[in-house]
């Protein structure tokens, strides 16, 4: 997707209302379904992994933090029941605990 079509994009539903309802949307909708290898003779699609580093800055951004572990989990229990949610993995590097990263008592890190 070109950078200009991407930013309309990002921009242009103000239906997605949050950060990480705009990730999940373009993960979903552009990037699990659009990224294949051409070149394997089965089409097999191919595996995506996202790493995401100094994870603990997260935690004095403004950002939803609780929000966007409990996403990376939906796509974790989206294997699954959608096939192509196993292409997709998740590389966290940093220091930081589980408790530290979500601080919503009601949400099990």
């Excluded at 309309?8 to 699990?32: A, N």
């Excluded at 949610?85 to 530290?100: E, K």
Aim: aromatic fraction near 14%; charged fraction near 25%.
């Amino acid at each position: 997707m070109e950078k200009v079509k991407f930013k309309q994009w990002w921009e242009g539903d103000p239906s997605r209302s949050s950060s990480v309802q705009k990730l999940h949307q373009f993960v979903e909708e552009i990037l699990l379904p659009n990224l294949q290898n051409e070149s394997l003779p089965d089409a097999k699609a191919e595996r995506i992994f996202i790493f995401i580093d100094e994870i603990d800055s997260l935690l004095s951004l403004n950002f939803p933090v609780n929000d966007f572990f409990v996403w990376i989990r939906y796509c974790y229990n989206q294997q699954a029941h959608d096939q192509n949610f196993q292409r997709l993995g998740f590389t966290l590097f940093g220091v930081a605990s589980p408790s530290n990263l979500i601080s919503d008592k009601r949400r099990t890190p």
